[in-house]
DNA sequence: AATGCGTGGGC
DNA sequence: TGCCCAAGCAT
């Protein structure tokens, strides 16, 4: 969970998951859609299907414990050199320096580290196993990341009160923020999607996303890109025909919302779409027609949630 | 090595 | 408001 996310946004998410699923024998008989549902929000979900899968290997693999050897834990899914280091040193007093980015971005520092380069970085690796507290490494890894979160912040290094700063190379050259260089992120490109809530009766219709793609395995409306510049509701009408087979009448528009993903951005604009009779829809993957009652069972990227709030189907 | 992958908070 | 950034990993 804590993987590029804020220990703050985690937590409710980290209670409520150990509230309704306490232990790895109750996340193996759960199935990968309770699981999803648990993590429906907190983004990146990819995190999610590895851990499932990671749970189901120990148990299957491992008698339903946990590794404690560095080999075995750092080659389940999801697991790399970070979170391996995390758990060896915190669960099992392991010696080995976890190096997040706020270690990073803190040891460049000291060690007036301009460019975080590979060799740079294995370079800090090499310093942190030689500085690590072998009698509590799990203390001394999360000290230093609570340095780099609190105050070696990115912009804002508090150098006075920090315990650092007296061996501290950035700060003594007086310029601490420029430390490490940052390269500047590319724009991310806008389009433009235009959806349908397609009401059949008491019930509209969703379809899953497959597994391999991006927001895998969560539901939601039938839509496409819009394309040219005709209408809006001309679109749909393609797409729903093209797409899944259904032709439809082009309702109300329930609302545009604005969304933003990590590498593009999007105008999520929904009609109200209805038909007479329930045809057969030639989806791609699996397919559902659920009441607004049902939104709560099912993962719902948090665009889809924003037209729900519209729409006040409140979860 | 560079890119894809969500969402929310801070300023 | 529009960026930057967050207890990274997989490919």
């Given at each position: 969970m804590l993987q590029q996310t804020q220990v703050d946004t985690v937590i409710p998410y980290y209670n409520r998951w150990l509230e309704s699923c306490p232990d790895l024998q109750c996340v193996a008989e759960k199935n990968i859609q309770e699981i999803l549902t648990l993590w429906e929000g907190l983004g990146y979900y990819s995190r999610c299907r590895n851990f499932y899968s990671a749970v189901k290997e120990v148990v299957k693999n491992h008698g339903g414990n946990v590794p404690s050897e560095w080999k075995q834990f750092r080659a389940l899914p999801g697991v790399g050199d970070y979170t391996a280091a995390a758990v060896m040193s915190i669960a099992f007093h392991k010696p080995l320096p976890a190096i997040d980015g706020n270690v990073y971005r803190v040891m460049a520092r000291v060690l007036g580290i301009k460019h975080l380069t590979p060799y740079n970085k294995n370079?800090?690796?090499?310093?942190?196993?030689?500085?690590?507290?072998?009698?509590?490494?799990?203390?001394?890894?999360?000290?230093?990341?609570?340095?780099?979160?609190?105050?070696?912040?990115?912009?804002?290094?508090?150098?006075?009160?920090?315990?650092?700063s007296?061996?501290?190379?950035?700060?003594?050259?007086?310029?601490?923020?420029?430390?490490?260089?940052?390269?500047?992120?590319?724009?991310?490109?806008?389009?433009?999607?235009?959806?349908?809530?397609?009401?059949?009766?008491?019930?509209?219709?969703?379809?899953q996303r497959p597994n391999t793609a991006m927001l895998g395995g969560l539901w939601e409306?039938?839509?496409?890109?819009?394309?040219?510049?005709?209408?809006?509701?001309?679109?749909?009408q393609?797409?729903?025909?093209?797409?899944?087979?259904?032709?439809?009448?082009?309702?109300?528009?329930?609302?545009?919302?604005?969304?933003?993903y990590s590498h593009f951005s999007m105008t999520f604009s929904v009609f109200h779409c209805f038909i007479e009779h329930k045809e057969s829809l030639q989806s791609h993957g699996p397919f559902r027609w659920?009441?607004?009652?049902?939104?709560p069972c099912y993962p719902f990227p948090k665009a889809n949630h924003k037209i729900f709030d519209l729409l006040e189907f409140s979860k």
């Open positions: 370079r800090i690796k090499n310093r942190l196993e030689k500085w690590i507290d072998t009698d509590h490494p799990g203390d001394f890894n999360q000290a230093l990341m609570d340095i780099g979160a609190r105050i070696c912040r990115p912009n804002k290094a508090n150098c006075i009160g920090c315990p650092l007296d061996f501290c190379k950035a700060s003594a050259l007086g310029t601490p923020n420029q430390y490490p260089t940052r390269k500047k992120k590319k724009p991310i490109p806008h389009i433009k999607v235009v959806a349908g809530l397609v009401w059949f009766k008491d019930t509209f219709l969703i379809l409306f039938p839509s496409g890109k819009i394309t040219s510049a005709s209408h809006p509701s001309k679109e749909l393609s797409i729903m025909k093209n797409e899944i087979g259904l032709t439809v009448t082009i309702g109300e528009e329930i609302g545009s919302v604005h969304h933003v659920i009441k607004p009652s049902e939104i």
